[in-house]
């Protein structure tokens, strides 16, 4: 089956520094991949739309220049972090759909915790 | 923008017991997902349904997709303590829309 591999699944860092999340499609191509964002028991907020080769598509509300993301390949998309404040710690997902249509659902990333401190 | 409403938001069963969560969507959808997140864990997709009025079974539990396509349900017959988890239906307004909206998820807990 189709298997996202998400690095690191947890990291803490410094506030003003920058973090950078990869999300890795292994055996499938994914011309388009999701970033989603998730509080503690909350549910999952569409970040962006990352598309292989041409510029991330943001959701209302989300800062592109805060929230960075390179879709270099079909099978990478990265997520930076820019200048990190405690308000950004929270959960990421990146998620792809296997195929062009949702018959297969979304495979998810195991996600990466962000702690700012 | 476009809403995705989950009840309730959180429910506790015993062993044995039925539960179920019901969706509701401010705009019609083309297709509706229902996904399973453990605590610790990442959502894992369960189904899809696609036509109006669809019912599908797994196992144990069965999804409605309601006639006017803003509605779904999952029903979890006999829940087992393996059946602990946020359970997320997650819609979309075209077939190959790339947008997956998330509803808010309700919560279940399983007491032996």
């Known amino acids: 089956g189709a298997v996202v591999s998400q690095h690191p699944s947890r990291v803490i860092c410094k506030s003003g520094t920058s973090v950078k999340i990869e999300c890795r499609s292994l055996?499938?191509?994914?011309?388009?991949m999701f970033w989603y964002r998730q509080f503690p028991k909350q549910s999952l907020m569409l970040m962006a739309t990352s598309n292989e080769g041409s510029k991330a598509t943001y959701e209302q509300g989300v800062e592109k220049d805060k929230f960075l993301i390179n879709h270099a390949s079909l099978t990478l998309s990265t997520l930076t972090v820019t200048s990190a404040h405690p308000e950004d710690s929270s959960f990421y997902i990146c998620?792809?759909?296997?195929?062009?249509?949702?018959?297969?659902?979304?495979?998810f990333g195991s996600g990466t915790r962000l702690t700012v401190v | 923008g476009q809403q995705v409403m989950q009840i309730p938001q959180y429910q506790h069963v015993q062993e044995g017991e039925d539960f179920t969560t019901y969706c509701n969507s401010s705009t019609t959808l083309s297709n509706i997902q229902w996904y399973k997140q453990r605590p610790g864990g990442h959502p894992v997709f369960l189904i899809q349904?696609?036509?109006?009025?669809e019912v599908k079974k797994q196992k144990r539990l069965t999804f409605q997709f309601g006639e006017a396509k803003k509605n779904s349900s999952l029903h979890i017959t006999a829940t087992q303590t393996t059946d602990v988890g946020t359970y997320f239906c997650?819609?979309?307004?075209?077939?190959?829309?790339?947008?997956?909206?998330f509803g808010t998820g309700t919560r279940l807990q399983v007491f032996p």
């Open positions: 997650a819609g979309a307004r075209s077939y190959n829309t790339d947008k997956l909206i």
């Open positions: 998620s792809a759909r296997l195929g062009d249509d949702n018959y297969y659902g979304y495979t």
């Open positions: 055996d499938f191509q994914a011309t388009t």
């Open positions: 349904l696609v036509k109006s009025g």
